[in-house]
């Protein structure tokens, strides 16, 4: 499956991005999907994560602001970023797994895109 993360952008403190992953090549439903980002000079560590069951999990810093979806008949996963912060600075990756999924690890992933950059200024 080939993945494309965009919606990223620069934006104030307290505002709001909507990050969108496109999918393509394999039966999208049949994947496990999910966000990760990576600050500069730091590694890559989750954010959100949906399992094959459709159970939704979050790291503890983005829960209460952060909302993954998707919908699968576009082929598509979400992450709605509200009331960001300068610590949610990065470039965020979406990426997926064949099969039950939800892990909250890099190596948990088989398939990842290109990043998008997010900035939140102060």
């Known amino acids: 499956v080939q993945l494309q993360a965009s919606g990223g952008g620069m934006v104030q403190a307290g505002g709001s991005l909507r990050l969108s992953c496109a999918a393509s090549?394999?039966?999208?439903?049949?994947?496990?999907m999910g966000w990760f980002r990576q600050a500069p000079g730091k590694e890559r560590t989750f954010v959100a994560s949906?399992?094959?069951?459709?159970?939704?999990d979050y790291a503890d810093s983005v829960k209460g602001r952060f909302t993954l979806s998707r919908d699968n008949a576009g082929n598509t996963m979400y992450l709605q970023m509200n009331s960001l912060k300068p610590e949610d600075t990065g470039v965020y990756y979406c990426?997926?797994?064949?099969?039950?999924?939800?892990?909250?690890?890099?190596?948990?992933?088989?398939?990842w895109g290109l990043g998008t950059q997010v900035t939140v200024s102060s």
């Open positions: 990426a997926a797994v064949r099969g039950y999924g939800g892990s909250y690890y890099v190596n948990g992933y088989h398939y």
């Open positions: 949906i399992n094959w069951s459709g159970r939704i």
């Open positions: 090549g394999r039966t999208f439903s049949n994947y496990a």
